[in-house]
């Protein structure tokens, strides 16, 4: 095999792999879409309670907001729907008496954190056909491509003053 050939192989797999990201985010968002809509719930509502039912403990709202890239004003309105309809509670920070940490109530969430895990089973099953040495591979590609992705990234609240 010649090099020209070594390199289209490899576009050819680049490729692929860039074809197989877009199509898994998709694929993904779509999932997360018609699970929220099972629940009644919003996409991002959604997105909240899954982040939040892998926290061991209460958050501050800016780490919420900042995971799911949201202005402080859409953060502030998606927390007020979830408390509201009682999936948050919201407790004093007892490390800064102005501010607030956002707690899950998992029992009334337990339907949403249901259809969660169904998502990460059907990921997990996929897993099952690597090798550990394999999935060090996948696991060590997609964090850098987060990493470079989140690099990239503008904070939220910039984002939109850069819009208007």
């Known amino acids: 095999m010649n090099q020209a050939q070594s390199r289209s192989g490899r576009e050819e797999i680049r490729q692929r792999v860039g074809f197989a990201i877009w199509g ?11 699970a929220a809509k099972r629940q009644h719930l919003h ?4 997105a909240c309670i899954a982040f939040l039912q892998q926290q061991d403990q209460p958050v501050s709202p800016k780490l919420i ?3 799911l890239g949201l202005t402080s004003g859409s953060g502030t309105a998606l927390l007020d729907r979830l408390e509201k309809a009682g999936y948050i509670r919201r407790l004093p920070n ?6 607030i940490l956002v707690e899950l109530d998992r029992e009334a969430a337990a ?3 249901e259809q969660y895990a169904k998502m990460q089973a059907s990921y997990r099953s996929v897993t099952d056909e690597f090798t550990e040495a394999e999935l ?3 696991a060590r590609f997609l964090d850098r491509i ?8 503008p904070e939220p609240d910039a984002a939109a003053a ?3």
Do not use: Q, Y
């Open 146 to 153: 987060s990493e470079n992705a989140a690099s990239r990234r």
């Open 111 to 113: 339907k949403p954190i």
């Open 94 to 99: 007892p490390d800064d008496r102005r501010g």
């Open 65 to 67: 907001i900042g995971d």
């Open 43 to 46: 996409p991002t509502d959604f």
């Open 24 to 34: 898994m985010l998709k694929t993904g968002l779509e999932l997360r879409d018609m």
């Open 162 to 164: 850069d819009a208007a």
């Open 136 to 138: 060090e591979v996948v």
